[in-house]
């Protein structure tokens, strides 16, 4: 399938759970999840002893530097079960 029309699916996947209110309660259960591992607090702890050592502080500099950590600590079982969300709301899509 070309990239195009991917990009095109994913569009309308992500209106039609807007629209539902899927979409929130994913968002929902992965920050409650987020902060249950404590992620949410050691990824706030962490950006901001960056922030205090950076000079001049930039946005988009702590952006980049917190984004790679956020995304490769994220906690297994918390992908995983949000993973496993999502592929329940896809198969009700395609019922």
Do not use: C
């Not at 929130?24 to 249950?36: F, P």
């Not at 922030?51 to 980049?64: N, T």
């Not at 994220?74 to 395609?94: C, G, H, M, N, Y």
């Amino acid at each position: 399938m070309p990239a195009q029309d991917i990009n095109a699916l994913y569009a309308e996947i992500r209106k039609r759970m807007i629209e539902t209110g899927e979409w929130n309660q994913i968002r929902a259960v992965l920050a409650a999840k987020l902060s249950e591992t404590g992620w949410t607090d050691d990824l706030k702890h962490k950006s901001k002893e960056s922030a205090r050592h950076m000079d001049p502080l930039s946005f988009q500099a702590l952006l980049d530097e917190a984004s790679p950590r956020a995304y490769t600590s994220l906690p297994l079982a918390v992908k995983r079960e949000i993973t496993s969300l999502i592929r329940q709301i896809l198969e009700r899509q395609f019922e």
